[in-house]
T-cell receptor, first 114, second 113 residues
Framework: KQEVTQIPAALSVPEGENLVLNCSFT??????LQWFRQDPGKGLTSLLL?????REQTSGRLNASLDKSSGRSTLYIAASQPGDSATYLC?????????????FGTGTRLQVTL | DGGITQSPKYLFRKEGQNVTLSCEQN?????MYWYRQDPGQGLRLIYY???????QKGDIAEGYSVSREKKESFPLTVTSAQKNPTAFYLC????????????FGEGSRLTVL
């Protein structure tokens, strides 16, 4: 059974800092990994999608890497801003038989302070 | 605007009542999903549908029912058999194959009084 862990559960940093969020998964037979952002009381917004054949994806100040063999992904946020404050979740996609299944982590709650 | 619309945003229900949460999408995506989110837990899959008139149980389908009569619509009914229905419910879609990028609606918060 796939398990996804995100550490730390919460993080507070001052504005301008670069930071790294971690996502680890137990079964490396995945077809993709996706990072999401969730604001309080809102749905999830897709940030980056990494296919299993890719090593990283970049969008603006965000960079996500994937190391399948070690079961890890990191989300790097450069020059953090107060508007980056949110919960960040990762999800890994894998096949169980012929069905595809996404398994979510519980998220890292990020606060960027002035 | 293209997107996924969930309604209502907030819903209160008395014990013993069935309620239906709406999910409508105009993205022309094939696959639609319902997830439940509880504090401190990852999202859990309730039901999903890859094509019209077909749907499959997820990990926590007991006490829920769905239908997929149109490509655009995937309503979720929370029945009185669901033991702990208070939660945040999220609808999501994937375009084309079910290994693509997942898009979410804004969610519906159900509270049982």
């Amino acid at each position: 059974k796939q398990e996804v862990t995100q550490i730390p559960a919460a993080l507070s940093v001052p504005e301008g800092e670069n930071l790294v969020l971690n996502c680890s998964f137990t079964d490396s037979a995945i077809y993709n990994l996706q990072w999401f952002r969730q604001d309080p009381g809102k749905g999830l917004t897709s940030l980056l999608l990494i296919q299993s054949s890719q090593r990283e994806q970049t969008s603006g100040r965000l960079n996500a890497s994937l190391d399948k063999s070690s079961g890890r992904s990191t989300l790097y946020i450069a020059a953090s801003q107060p508007g980056d404050s949110a919960t960040y979740l990762c999800a890994v996609g894998a096949f169980t038989g012929t069905a595809s299944k996404l398994t979510f982590g519980t998220g890292t709650r990020l606060q960027v302070t002035l | 605007d293209g997107g996924i619309t969930q309604s209502p945003k907030y819903l209160f229900r008395k014990e013993g009542q069935n309620v239906t949460l709406s999910c409508e999408q105009n993205l022309n995506h094939d696959a639609m999903y319902w997830y439940r989110q509880d504090p401190g837990q990852g999202l859990r899959l309730i039901y999903y549908s890859q094509i019209v008139n077909d749907f499959q149980k997820g990990d926590i389908a007991e006490g829920y029912s769905v239908s997929r009569e149109k490509k655009e619509s995937f309503p979720l009914t929370v029945t009185s058999a669901q033991k702990n229905p208070t939660a945040f419910y999220l609808c999501a879609t994937i375009p084309g194959t079910n290994t693509g990028e997942l898009f979410f609606g804004e969610g519906s918060r159900l509270t049982v009084l």
